[in-house]
């Protein structure tokens, strides 16, 4: 698209909305299975889970695609950096009893974070308390999650923003790595 002369902006943003709108669609009736079944577990809560973490991963991918031009490499990339974080997240939840500060720590990685949150949800399930964003259940609060959902988000968003930018790719070169503290002139504008 970039040949054709289309806005890099509005190409990530057209590919944002459509797959955030299928996510959204499917994850609505996600999270209404999972509150058929786990009782004391809010429905905004679920929801606000899987979307938050949703885009986190399309962010991550456009972040992946910055770096590659070829469709089949860039699965296999994508592939390994999402095996390597659920890696970090099957040792971090191998634990037997983790402090809160190493399950924050884990929450940095958002397969972590998303797979703590839904434990803390199954445990307050098994213990009929009802979840929520500020309550500390089994040395864990489901908001670090959704802090660490927003960080990625945000840092992920400007290293591909930059990134974008900066790496040069088969249609040529890009702006210098310092471009953004470049001094303009008034006649520039």
Known sequence: MSIMGMNTGYYYLSWFIRYIVV??????????IIVSTLTYAPFYLVLILFILFDMVIIV???????FLTRAKIG???S??????????TVVGSSSDDPTID???AVSIIPHAAINLAFQTIA?????????????????????YAVISFILNIVVYSIL???LDQVVPNEWGAKKHPLFCFKRHNRNDF
């Open 102 to 104: 190493f399950n924050k």
């Open 160 to 162: 591909t923003w930059y």
């Open 79 to 88: 592939l390994l950096f999402f095996v390597l974080q659920y890696i970090v």
């Open 60 to 66: 991550q991918n456009f972040f992946i695609q910055v």
């Open 123 to 143: 445990y307050a399930q098994s213990f009929q308390i009802t979840p929520d964003f500020s309550t500390e259940i089994n040395n864990y609060c489901i908001g």
């Open 23 to 32: 996510y959204t669609l499917v994850h609505v009736f996600c999270s209404a």
């Open 75 to 77: 699965v296999v990339v």
